[in-house]
């Protein structure tokens, strides 16, 4: 059952395509964005209940001197272990989503909200059984190759560390074809935001 009038917009897309730099233009614009990375960052400060859950199973070891969490540090520990990945995730994502239903509601006036989540069609399972409809899913979209080079560039990665990472989520072009909307990112800034402009025509 639909939580509210407002149209809820999935945005998404693959690591360095851009989804960020969209994001940012339709806050700009007037839209109200609830942000999943800002809300993950939120749902873990210190003495939060997923907080003290990745304390125990971690350990201090993954703590700043002022004991937030070490998010960089906790981030290598999980990259390479598929097991240690799905733990953080079963542990953060029912608070992610609770609090993303919390703010649609909060919203319920608008006619548009965009929901900006990294791994969106990854768990959109999640979000369906907590009730929330993504009515129109955007990708932000450009070629594997521009997305290696951006990645490379924005984390002084090498080109080999790079393409682990692309390759750790499911690829650009899977997620293309399940887009109902594909903001092309592959040129210059005046492009995307005419892209922008041209999809928020199509919305109905």
């Given at each position: 059952?639909?939580?509210?009038?407002?149209?809820?917009?999935?945005?998404?897309?693959?690591?360095?395509?851009?989804?960020?730099?969209?994001?940012?233009?339709?806050?700009?614009?007037?839209?109200?964005?609830?942000?999943?990375?800002?809300?993950?960052?939120?749902?873990?400060?210190?003495?939060?209940?997923?907080?003290?859950?990745?304390?125990?199973?971690?350990?201090?070891?993954?703590?700043?001197?002022?004991?937030?969490?070490?998010?960089?540090?906790?981030?290598?520990?999980?990259?390479?272990?598929?097991?240690?990945?799905?733990?953080?995730?079963?542990?953060?994502?029912?608070?992610?989503?609770?609090?993303?239903?919390?703010?649609?509601?909060?919203?319920?006036?608008?006619?548009?909200?965009?929901?900006?989540?990294?791994?969106?069609?990854?768990?959109?399972?999640?979000?369906?059984?907590?009730?929330?409809?993504?009515?129109?899913?955007?990708?932000?979209?450009?070629?594997?190759?521009?997305?290696?080079?951006?990645?490379?560039?924005?984390?002084?990665?090498?080109?080999?560390?790079?393409?682990?990472?692309?390759?750790?989520?499911?690829?650009?072009?899977?997620?293309?074809?399940?887009?109902?909307?594909?903001i092309d990112n592959t040129?210059?800034?005046?492009?995307?935001?005419?892209?922008?402009?041209?999809?928020?025509?199509?919305?109905?």
């Amino acid at each position: 059952m639909k939580q509210n009038k407002a149209k809820v917009i999935g945005l998404t897309g693959g690591i360095a395509t851009g989804k960020s730099t969209v994001s940012n233009i339709l806050k700009e614009k007037g839209f109200k964005i609830i942000d999943a990375d800002k809300i993950a960052r939120e749902i873990v400060e210190v003495g939060s209940p997923a907080y003290k859950k990745i304390l125990d199973y971690f350990g201090e070891s993954i703590l700043n001197n002022d004991e937030t969490i070490n998010r960089v540090y906790l981030g290598q520990k999980i990259f390479n272990s598929q097991t240690l990945r799905a733990k953080v995730n079963d542990i953060t994502h029912p608070y992610i989503i609770e609090k993303i239903s919390k703010e649609i509601g909060l919203y319920s006036s608008e006619d548009i909200i965009f929901l900006d989540v990294p791994l969106l069609l990854e768990t959109i399972d999640k979000f369906e059984a907590k009730g929330i409809c993504i009515d129109k899913l955007w990708i932000v979209y450009c070629d594997e190759k521009t997305e290696i080079e951006r990645l490379m560039i924005r984390n002084n990665l090498s080109y080999e560390e790079a393409v682990k990472r692309v390759s750790a989520q499911m690829s650009i072009e899977e997620k293309k074809e399940l887009a109902d909307t594909i903001i092309d990112n592959t040129k210059d800034m005046e492009t995307l935001i005419e892209n922008i402009e041209k999809a928020l025509k199509e919305i109905s």
